[in-house]
């Protein structure tokens, strides 16, 4: 019996893979394996379901079956990998060796949680996949105050959409401004007070400590000595790679897993992509070089070997009180920014000491020129 082309994880990355590889092989045995409930849906899509009053139900756009259908793949759903043995090219499910002819990993990132003391820390809610929402659109229901825990783009994000879903919102961050790792001051500036124009609460500098059942709801205690009554509370603090099996398999991590720009590990048969891979340095938690990597190891996969490359990756974030698309410049490269514009519309430009565009943050009506800027843009991988 042929082995499988087996794809870990049923994310955007894992079944964009999939349908793209099916374009070019039809026939080659496809195992699809994941921890979580199998359904197709966007992971973006997860903080705009309060202002669009959308039920997880609402977000899926297709159960396992009908992906397995679609894919002529098995889909096997509730499942989690214990080991991966490269010399055997096999994977074990508890006692149940599983054979590959390739193997892809596309588990992603899992959220970071932060300890807190106190009774409630059962009331902190990640919203990392579709039954992470699940859970959490239970938990507010009938609620009213949420506090979020981090400041970065997911945290702004959900803010937004909290408040267009009536909620009353707080956001707590160890920061000096919102989304510091990817905007320069004005820019952040702008979008925290489009927030801030809808009733959200920043609370920017100290660290949540304590959360506390009270009464009526639950009692946060910040570092600075603040008190802040919540009901829910969505944690937002970021993503770590998830690299831990493949590390005790023996595969080369670092932040992430460590991939060539065919997506190779340092293992033969086994590739990563998404929010997993690290590719050739870059580890990028966004959607399109997601879409790049899926096509390129299609292509690898089906008997043509290509190489990934990275155009410009401008970000768009959904926070539509105050527009923002963000190109963030190359990490160690000397950057001169330069910022205009006033209020709820800035145009950030950075620029090399030659004069050449790195990146940009755009704000407001200046969102507008992305088209033009991306084309000055640097490729990220060429």
Known sequence: MNAPVVIVGTGLAGYNLAREFRKLDGETPLLLITADDGRSYSKPMLSTGFGKNKE??????????????????EVRTHTRISGIDPGHKRLWIGEEAVYYRDLILAWGAETIRVP?????????????DLEDYARFRAAAAGKRRVLILGAGLIGCEFANDL????????????????MPTLLPPAAATAVQAGLESLGARFH?????????????????????GQVIQCDVVVSAIGLRPRVDLAAAAGLQTGRGIIVDRELKTSHANIYALGDCAEVDGLNLLYVMPLMSCARALAQTLAGTP??????????????????????????????????????ADIRALCHDPAGNLLGYALTGAAVMEKLALNKALPALLA
């Open 56 to 73: 997880a139900d609402g977000l899926s756009m297709a159960e396992p079956g009908a992906m397995a259908d679609q894919l002529k793949a």
């Open 116 to 128: 807190v003391e106190g009774d409630a820390t059962d009331s902190v809610f990640p919203i990392n």
């Open 163 to 178: 408040i267009l879903g009536g909620y009353e919102v707080d956001l707590v961050a160890p920061c000096e401004q919102v």
């Open 204 to 224: 920017l500098g100290p660290l949540m400590t304590r959360l506390q059942r009270t009464a009526d709801g639950l009692e946060a205690h910040l570092s600075d």
């Open 306 to 343: 290509s190489a990934v490359k990275y155009g410009p990756m401008p970000i768009t974030v959904k926070t539509p009180v105050c527009p923002l698309v963000v190109s963030p410049p190359p990490r160690g490269i000397e950057a001169i920014w330069s910022v205009e514009g006033q209020g």
